[in-house]
């Protein structure tokens, strides 16, 4: 686990990040990596190949009989993350939890309407809709400016 700091500091000094460790390893590493980059990825697999998918591609995650799925613009890819580690590794991204089984990016929704029982569907850039469970909407709603 790592220690976390923050100085605000006066707009003439420069900006930085500084990464105190022990060692290092792979950890530090892939965190200054992320932090170079600016994007959060994670690994998916089809086909037997893995890839790098920049978070800001994925339209939804879904966990459907203990597997979860990433879904693109126009592919599927399995990974081996559960959804709650999807989630923790892209706490700062626009992914947000919509139900049980599912993770939705807000940035591809194109539109939301009421559905039954307080849940709300979000209808997405690529036609597809998802359910927010009437768990998740005020949350939802608070995150979006609704």
Do not use: W
Request: positive net charge; contains cysteine.
């Amino acid at each position: 686990m790592f220690k976390i700091s923050i100085q605000q500091i006066p707009a003439d000094h420069e900006e930085e990040v500084l990464v105190r460790c022990h060692e290092i390893n792979d950890e530090v590493l892939s965190l200054v990596e992320k932090l170079k980059s600016g994007e959060t990825m994670l690994l998916g697999v089809r086909d037997g190949e893995t890839f790098r998918v920049n978070v800001k591609d994925i339209f939804y995650a879904e966990s459907v009989d203990s597997k979860t799925y990433l879904y693109l613009k126009q592919s599927v890819l399995d990974t081996k993350l559960k959804l709650y580690e999807i989630e923790e590794q892209c706490r700062s991204t626009k992914l947000f939890r919509c139900s049980k089984s599912m993770i939705v990016n807000i940035a591809k929704i194109r539109s939301v309407a009421s559905s039954v029982n307080g849940r709300l569907e979000a209808k997405l850039l690529n036609g597809e809709v998802v359910i927010i469970s009437r768990q998740y909407v005020a949350a939802f709603k608070k995150k979006i400016g609704m």
